[in-house]
Structures are given as structure tokens and as C-alpha cells.
């Protein structure tokens, strides 16, 4: 990996979704704005951000097992064993991964963190999703675009407000992708708690965190013009590919993975 000098002007007045989402996982890597979000939350909310770290898992391992070996990680957040590179590394060791967030202290945890096999690679960039051309301009460093790539938007997009485009967002990298790349996505939605949104977009809302959960119909347009692998476009316990099925459990989260013709 890379090893630039770490940027560390954290702003931990402000809650961050990478540090929540450490904080629902059970991290230690927060501060107590992060964790006065995540205790406004439901129980749902950390079972699911459990389910969501599964489905990264099952997706992650299936597609190195299909041959690919490169990955784009945006959204990364602090780094929680097993993390997406060991994950595809221990089927293939010389898989390349660049994980991109936007908060400096995943910067910090990256640095410490992610280190590689001998073979393989991981690279790390700060960025911002709403800035995919910076990123891309990175990842061309580490990856090879012209080859497939496995791009991960892992319960990222709903962070993402309508008036930021993300379907333009998304697309924009997907078009910079070769044939034959997958999208990863899982994303956050009401479909069957409505009785919990005003709960939980009120506990990111007073953090000054804007929340964008999406109906089944609006999370599948990420998926346009791309082939979806089976099971398709499921709940989160629900994608499983050549593995015993997760439990099923109440959930918040729609999951897929799909294959750019």
C-alpha cells in the first residue's frame, strides 16, 4: 500500500456515517457525536449494518471466485477484519483493492491497517463519491481499468441526496469500467419499517447527516443497463451465491450485484 503522510484534520464535533457504521458494528474507532447517532437508532439499525458487512463477505469472495481480481471499495469506511481485501486475498493473493473514503481518520486506520500480500495490492484515497473523476484518476494508479473491476458501493448511495445525481454518480464510473466489471450495492430502505423513518432520519438529521433511504423501485435503477446475477435484487440476508443461506432476519437493506455487457 501506499504510504502517505496521514491528513488528520478530523472534524469530530461532527458525526460521520463511517463512524456510526463503526460504532453499529461494535468499533471502537468513534468519537461520542458518532455514538450519540447510533444510540438514537434502533435495533434494526445495528442488525442491519451487521447483515450489510455480510452481504460485503459473500459478495466479495463469490466474485474472486468467478476470476475477478480487482476491486474498487468507495465508501470504505474504518477497517473492521475481515476486510474486503483479506476477504478476496484469501482466494486469490494477488487481487488489487483501492478503498476510498472521504473521512480523514479512515485515513489514519487505512494506513495502519490495510496492508497487502506480496503479491496483490491495496491503495487507499480520500475522496468524496460526489468527486468520481478524482477517484478514478487514482485507481487508474492501482488498477487496471481496461481489465474487469469489481466496483463496491456498500450502503453508500443512501448518504447520497437526490440533488447530488448519484445515478449520474454511479454511472459515471461504471462507464470508465471494462466489460465484464460487476457493480456491489446494498442500500438502506423503508419499504418495511415506514413506522421507523422519521426514528432514524431524525437521528442522522439532528447529527446534520442527510439520510436518503429508497424504495425497491429507486435502488434498481442503479442497476440500469446492467445484467443482475441471481438472486437479483434482494434483501440483504437474502443474496447468497454458493453458500449455506444467512438467516433471515428483519432487515432495512436491498442487496445486488450486477455484470457491465
Avoid at 463519491?129 to 466496483?151: K, M, S, T, Y
Avoid at 438472486?231 to 440476508?237: A, D, F, K, N, S
Amino acid at each position: 500500500m501506499s504510504r502517505g503522510k496521514p491528513r488528520l484534520q478530523v472534524d469530530t464535533g461532527r458525526p460521520h456515517p463511517a463512524r456510526v457504521y463503526d460504532w453499529l458494528l461494535g468499533g471502537k474507532d468513534n468519537y461520542p457525536v458518532d455514538r450519540a447517532v447510533g444510540e438514537k437508532l434502533p435495533e434494526l439499525g445495528k442488525r442491519s449494518a451487521r447483515q450489510n458487512r455480510a452481504f460485503m463477505h459473500r459478495a466479495s469472495a463469490w466474485l474472486a471466485c468467478q476470476g475477478v481480481d480487482q476491486f474498487l471499495d468507495i465508501g470504505t469506511g474504518i477497517p473492521t477484519s475481515p476486510n474486503l481485501h483479506q476477504i478476496v486475498q484469501a482466494v486469490n493473493p494477488a487481487a488489487r483493492v483501492v478503498y476510498t473514503d472521504n473521512d480523514p481518520i479512515v485515513l489514519r486506520h487505512a494506513e495502519a491497517l490495510l496492508f497487502s500480500t506480496a503479491v496483490g495490492g491495496t491503495d487507499y484515497i480520500q475522496a468524496d463519491v460526489r468527486e468520481p473523476e478524482a477517484i478514478l484518476r487514482h485507481a487508474r494508479g492501482q488498477l487496471d481499468l481496461d481489465r474487469p473491476v469489481a466496483l463496491s458501493l456498500v450502503a453508500l448511495m443512501h448518504f447520497i441526496p437526490d440533488s447530488d445525481s448519484p445515478y449520474e454518480i454511479t454511472r459515471t464510473v461504471l462507464d470508465a469500467l471494462a466489460p465484464g466489471s460487476h457493480l456491489v450495492l446494498s442500500h438502506g430502505t423503508f419499504d418495511f419499517h415506514k413506522e421507523l423513518e422519521a426514528r432514524i432520519t431524525g437521528a442522522y438529521g439532528k447529527g446534520g447527516i442527510e439520510l436518503r433511504f429508497r424504495t425497491r423501485e429507486e435502488v434498481a435503477r442503479f442497476f440500469d443497463g446492467l445484467d443482475l446475477v441471481e438472486p437479483g435484487l434482494v434483501t440483504g440476508p437474502e443474496w447468497y451465491r454458493d453458500t449455506a443461506a444467512p438467516e433471515r432476519e428483519e432487515n432495512a437493506l436491498y442487496a445486488g450485484v450486477a455484470r457491465l455487457p
